[in-house]
């Protein structure tokens, strides 16, 4: 079983920057891909960014230059570096720790961005 927990997420004007943190608890979370989600009202969650155990990222397009996803094994954690904010950027950011066909998500933060 694993267990994340998301922090970081807040309002911000656009143009601004915002770190997210997931810290998680767990087994071989070090085997894990993880990843940044987000879910807009009325939307599905669509993927942010995604990083594998040896460290290979992958992008939406819409964040691409932006936002960066990196990983600390040793602390068990996941960070979103997002700069650069607009509006439409806001939403519920979910951490996902992935590994076969365990997938696990955390509770969620909110970023608000502000025009």
């Known amino acids: 079983q694993v267990q994340l927990v998301e922090s970081g997420g807040g309002l911000v004007q656009a143009g601004g920057s915002l770190r997210l943190s997931c810290l998680a608890s767990?087994?071989?979370?070090?085997?894990?891909?993880m990843g940044w989600y987000r879910q807009a009202p009325g939307k599905q969650r669509e993927l942010v960014a995604l990083?594998?155990?040896?460290?290979?990222?992958n992008y939406a397009d819409s964040v691409k230059g932006r936002f960066t996803i990196s990983r600390d094994n040793a602390k068990s954690a996941v960070y979103l570096q997002m700069n650069s904010l607009k509006p439409e950027d806001a939403s519920v950011y979910y951490c996902?720790?992935?590994?076969?066909?365990?997938?696990?998500w955390g509770q969620g933060t909110q970023v608000t961005v502000s025009s």
């Open positions: 996902n720790s992935r590994l076969g066909a365990h997938n696990y």
């Open positions: 767990g087994s071989f979370l070090n085997m894990h891909d």
């Open positions: 990083i594998t155990p040896s460290g290979r990222t």
